[in-house]
């Protein structure tokens, strides 16, 4: 048989096949939120502030904060946009497509520190507002992982690849980034919208594409 | 070559090859709306009123009307859905996925019409409110087309296609339902929810994937 199609019916083979065999992947679905650097969160909250953890978040270390900021862009201002802890070396601003055109500046859709050439945007807290250099984002999809987890689906940190979601809603999406590292709890993050567009809950799961 | 081999070589060249021949079908984007029955518009804006044209939509005989409601579930209300006329024989509700969230009663995917068994839900106008048995709906993503166009495309009425979308956010949406009759304009119609999720603007174009 011909190399290239048993390469394609390989393909196609991971695609269709039923997933009963343990690649199920639970998906978390992020809605709007806020990243803040130490220096920021003393301009909108006052100098040497502490910020309140709420939740824990199913990444480790990581935690939804009780403090929220508003959001400001030239066409519009979101409110209480939840801030995530702890604080971080720069400040982002994770929003969903539709926020942009409601602040009127785009959020280019890019992973989580990659903020070079991202527009900037108002932020207002309780003691004063910033206006950043960058930092607003789409978050693109990704799927947190261990080593471990990486070697048993057979990927590794920084592949890209599809993911295929079930269901009257379902289909296949691209440009789905692997970070694995040896600290991450295995879940596919996705927002709002992708999650509403393709009918997927915090309950579903999603199987990879090579 | 093994027929079978064939057939998946002829699919997948179809889903990968470069678009430039014609097949790309402009992408619509519908936000919440709500087609009224005659008897719900009495009762919420009175008897025999007429509805206004705001703007005629792309499918002919369409059109967006200045009236809104607000539309009332158990756990919140969204103000402000706009009413597309002409009136038709039932009242549909046509949400977005987050709105069902909002409005703590669930929109099921299904086509335009097909309303059997769907979920009530309470519409408040000027003039009164209205509690709906059903036709609270989800609308299944769908491409309206002539029947020249279905020719062309080598797509039939009522065929169920996949849809190829490009870009960074692009991917296959599965279970797009082809509407073709004698008066239709060509238009993949999407909601917002599935155009940001999958990074579509109303200058987007897709392609199918049979």
Redesign the interface.
Known sequence: ??NK?AD??NL?LEVLKDNKNGNEIPVGISNRHIHLSQADLDALFGVGYQLTKMKDLSQPGQYACKETVTVVGPKGAIEKVRILGPVRKATQVEV???DSFKLGVAGD?RMSGDLAGTHGVTLVGPKGSVQTREGLIVA??HIHMTLADAARLGVKDGDIV?IKVAG????????VAIRANDSSALECH??????????LTSKSTITIVK
């Open positions: 048989m011909d199609y394609v019916m196609l969903i497509a539709g859709v693109q999809r599809d009257p809603r379902g289909g296949v999406l691209s440009n996705i927002d709002t919208e992708e999650a509403n567009g393709l009918g």
